[in-house]
């Protein structure tokens, strides 16, 4: 078994770039998934310190309040966009 600088173990007879990609590949789902999980987390966290008791975290779960349509949801993504 040969391991890298990056801590990437080579299994006998792979190339290392082989190695680096199926490595770091495994290594990126879990931070993207983590990393998204923050931003939503934040994102709860900022709305209920501007809102506090009022807001339904709960309901925020489960996506968009209902009864918006697709072009009205479009619409708002574009007012926070650059805010992003």
């Known amino acids: 078994m040969v391991c890298d600088d990056l801590q990437v173990v080579w299994s006998k007879g792979t190339s290392s770039l082989v190695a680096c990609a199926v490595e770091?590949?495994?290594?990126?789902?879990?931070?993207?998934?983590n990393a998204l999980r923050?931003?939503?987390n934040q994102s709860f966290m900022?709305?209920?310190?501007?809102?506090?008791?009022?807001?339904?975290?709960?309901?925020?779960?489960h996506g968009?309040?209902?009864?918006?349509e697709v072009h009205e949801l479009e619409e708002m993504e574009t007012v926070v966009a650059p805010l992003l």
């Open 38 to 40: 923050a931003r939503v």
């Open 24 to 33: 770091i590949t495994a290594r990126l789902h879990p931070l993207e998934r």
């Open 64 to 68: 968009y309040a209902p009864g918006y």
């Open 46 to 61: 900022i709305a209920r310190s501007h809102y506090g008791d009022i807001i339904d975290l709960e309901a925020m779960n």
